[in-house]
């Protein structure tokens, strides 16, 4: 049973006067692709009770993390509601407590470098000038990816050069204590982290549920939940 936390739409987006929990069916679509049991997880109850209840995380995209300090009036972001920032991080706080697999998209590997302490890029235009276009168009933008050599990643994936799609303006900029970078991309963005103490814990900033018949994609949702049967 592979748990997927939902997102939280508290700006009446959609309809005046409701608030929606929201999931790409995607997610879910991959995760029985890869033969596990999808569990979506409504931001309500105890996140430790649901964290003893599943036998893996998948943490999916998302919102944005606000800065801390002022950014250019030209820079927009789309907060993530607090309520929902405080139940994924309890979630994730109690799935790792448990060492149960975890896999991070986005969002989610961004929340995983918070965990431990790491620094994200809040606008990789401003704040890494240098930096290639990170927000490519979702149906073919791909670019390069670099992967660490001996990673847990370099060993799902089974080659430490591929191509990914690529749909953040944010990035993490330090993984944390306790989590090393695994991939990045040409320009240097870093593209994937991973504990260095659980066996299977990784936070990858590209979307493996839109790259079917990739390793690197669904390959990696298909990683995930083996690990669970290893455990």
């Not at 936390?5 to 995607?26: M, Q, T, V």
Request: charged share 20%; proline share 9%; net charge negative.
């Amino acid at each position: 049973m592979i748990g997927i936390p939902l997102s939280l739409d508290d700006r009446e987006r959609w309809r005046a006067g409701r608030r929606y929990l929201y999931l790409d069916e995607l997610y879910p679509q991959a995760v029985e692709q890869a033969g596990g049991l999808p569990a979506l997880i409504p931001l309500h109850g105890d996140p430790t009770a649901w964290a003893d209840r599943i036998d893996a995380l998948l943490i999916p995209g998302g919102d944005d993390f606000l800065p801390s300090t002022p950014y250019p009036k030209s820079v927009s972001f789309t907060p993530t509601p607090e309520s929902q920032l405080r139940f994924d991080r309890a979630l994730l706080k109690a799935a790792l407590r448990r060492k149960l697999p975890v896999l991070g998209v986005c969002y989610g590997a961004q929340l995983l470098a918070l965990h431990h302490s790491g620094q994200l890029h809040h606008h990789i235009p401003t704040d890494l000038p240098g930096a290639s276009t990170h927000q490519l168009p979702e149906a073919e933008g791909r670019h390069a990816l670099q992967i660490e050599p001996r990673s847990r990643l370099s060993e799902v994936v089974g080659t430490l050069t591929t191509s990914v799609n690529s749909l953040h303006h944010q990035a993490i900029a330090d993984p944390g204590p306790g989590m090393r970078v695994s991939a990045r991309a040409p320009d240097g963005v870093i593209e994937a982290i991973e504990s260095v103490d659980h066996r299977f814990v990784l936070g990858v900033q590209w979307h493996p549920e839109r790259l079917p018949g990739v390793v690197a994609g669904q390959g990696l949702i298909e990683a995930l939940v083996s690990a669970t049967r290893r455990g």
